[in-house]
């Protein structure tokens, strides 16, 4: 969530918190009472899918980097083994497509990895079963470094659908926020009644409208609406 929907969402906040420590103030005006009551029960769900956003970030993440280094460690070990095949046989050519340092697949990005890791397994198919596994890789170990690359493709293509569930997040927070404005607007109207009716809490009420209020009091000065001051 931006810092500005967590500027509206953290006043929101203030604002029931005051409303709470002045309820006998508050309960004068039943619809104002029932106005603070949706706005705290809209600022507990958006806290609830603040948390559910930052979950799927972190998770998305810590999954992409675990799959990152299992299929860095396969290119690496099997790239070793076409490497050492080649050498042997004298195939300069073969040889010559895997040489790399295992410094440059650690470092190579995620499509330069894929491209790398899908090169690596092809060559290692062409090469006999039993030749390969002379130096070390054998099927089952090709079979695993497949579904590695698999993996981590998987993962790497994630952020396309992270971004779309992040979307929805976001979509979610928006509308809480912008049912809470349509709260605020219809209490704003209801709060000069304290001037009257409960002065000290009047005089706090705005303040704890302050972020939202100067913003709003922007807009009102050309649409006509009036709001608290």
């Known amino acids: 969530m931006n810092k500005y929907r967590t500027a509206r969402l953290v006043s929101d906040e203030l604002v029931v918190t ?16 029932e ?20 979950q799927s970030n972190e998770g998305l993440t810590t999954e992409k ?15 070793g083994g076409v490497h050492s095949y080649a050498v042997a046989k004298g195939d300069n050519v073969l ?4 040489t790399f340092t295992n410094t440059e697949i650690e470092h190579m990005g995620f499509s330069q990895l894929i491209n790398t890791a899908n090169s690596v397994l092809e060559l290692a198919r062409g090469i006999a079963v039993d030749d390969l596994a002379h ?16 993996a981590f493709t998987s993962v790497k293509s994630s952020p396309r659908e992270a971004k779309i569930e992040h979307s929805g997040y976001t979509d ?16 704003d109207k209801l709060a000069s009644q ?6 000290t809490f009047y005089a706090i009420y705005p303040t ?16 006509g609406t009036s709001t608290i001051a």
């Open 18 to 33: 005051e409303a709470e420590i002045n309820k006998s103030s508050i309960d004068m005006i039943p619809a104002f009472a």
């Open 35 to 54: 106005g603070i009551a949706k706005l705290k029960a809209n600022n507990a769900q958006i806290r609830a899918t603040m948390a559910l956003q930052e």
């Open 65 to 79: 980097g675990n799959a990152q280094e299992h299929l860095v460690e396969w290119t690496i070990d099997v790239a």
């Open 95 to 98: 040889k010559a497509k895997v």
């Open 135 to 150: 130096y070390g890789i054998s099927a089952a170990e090709i079979s695993e470094f497949e579904k590695g690359l698999t």
């Open 172 to 187: 979610t927070i928006a509308k809480l926020q912008a049912d809470s404005q349509v709260l605020l607007n219809m209490m």
């Open 194 to 199: 304290f001037i009257r009716k409960a002065p």
């Open 208 to 223: 704890s409208r302050k972020n939202r209020g100067a913003s709003h009091r922007k807009k009102s000065d050309t649409s």
